[in-house]
């Protein structure tokens, strides 16, 4: 199998879209920094969890610092191998992966065939209650070979089996499980090119180069990741420079910074912004009826939210759920226009020409401008009669009754950051652990493409799909997130991946 999974005439097309929308992929290309010393990053979480039971695209940022991946994915979303050395089909059902050899966990332990077993049987396992587990019950088995070879058995043919396992972080199973969950939250062991050296939950995360890194040791010494979730405030800390490195930057604050020799990395992100439009828990008869799911499409101006609200740097969703830079993504498919009249037909259509009210619950301080961008979008549905009960809720209690798909009716989320539309839309099939949907005709499609091996098959078959759900919208499509981020004059090296994270192996501090 090669290095990626994606056609040649597929990355050349991702790296024409991705170019032409002037999305940075790279940071700190001022003069050459000295080795050594010490970075802070300013991030507006840290991962909840330092065992990798995570669904937050934040904690993926800080998870890739100490731990590491089967897989990794360069700036252009291409496959790149890490602890895997090279992956193939063996047969229908199976695929092999060949480790490096002679590798260690940061505590001394051997990293082999053995750990990759454990990780994978732990998310499999419903008593650990990992968010993503159903992103890999096309698991069956998981064979050991031998000490660097390990088979992943699939129940039926799978397609988008390395779109999920690329999420796979590799767990040092005979500490794990020495330890136990508890004690392993406290001294967290990995095989990434950071060793962790303290934890604060919900403030910081204290780590050193590991100098025995598969890929090279770092070259800084030390890193600090620090939970500051207020804008404001992780502006001001890059500006004093207690922060080298400030995270999802607002884009109002973009212009003064660049003039102040702040360096800008403006990333897109491979995910969307949307408003759902309730789980099979909370779906309310109005939303049963796609002409209203359709009217709610038109009734909102993604142009008018970007401008004012995201100064411009984020993209309209093309009526799906991913960017440019993610396989499956469908040249062809087109944004809803703004078309408030439009909209007003269709509910009269179904019966609502006074409008309705429908709940909406929506995170405060999980993602950049996400209070903003719930009112204006209510404002804007508020002008074809749709009323939206606002319902704010703190990070964590809306990460719970998202996971649980007893959020809404009417939901906000950035999806992704996604690769691959399969991990994009994996919460949607009727049967996924969240119950976003009941669709049977998106189930089937969403079935063959995990059965299709081959990679341009495939293809067609998430063409398919994401034509049927945009026909269908089981949402609002909103606007492909663009990560902004600030970095100091005196740093250098850091690199920005199209899975919405971060390599600092590479960056450097004056």
Known sequence: MGLSML??????LVATVVLSLGFATTAGAQAPASGGGKLVVGIPLITESLDARTFSALAYVTLNLFHDRLLSVDEQGKYRPALAESWRLVDAHTWQFKLRKGLKFTNGDDFTAQDV?????FILDPANKHPNRS????IQEVRVVDRHTVNLVTKDPSGALLSNVFRLYVLPSAYYKAKGAEEFAKAPVGIGPFKVTGYVPGDRLTMVANKAYWAGAPKVDEITVRAIPEHATRMAAVETG??????????????RLKGKGYAISIVGTNQVRAL?????????KPLEDKRVRHALNYAVDKEVLNKFLLGGFWRVADGQVIGPAAFGYTPSLKAYPYDPARAKRLLTEAGYASGFTVGFEFPVGRYLKDKEYAEAVAGQLAEVGVRLQLKPLESGVWFQKYIAGTIGPIFMVDLGPSIDLDFATARFPSWSQSKFWANEPFDALFRKQRATADQSERLKVLWEMAALFREEAPLIFGLEVAAIHALSP????AVFTADGTVDLTKASVK
């Open 276 to 284: 759902v439009l309730g789980t099979q828990a909370t779906r309310t």
């Open 135 to 138: 992103r890999f019950t096309d």
């Open 117 to 121: 077993k454990f990780s994978l049987e």
């Open 242 to 255: 207690e922060v080298d490195i400030a995270w999802f930057v607002p884009p109002e604050h973009v212009e």
């Open 7 to 12: 056609p040649t005439a597929v990355r050349a």
């Open 490 to 493: 005196r740093v250098a090296g």
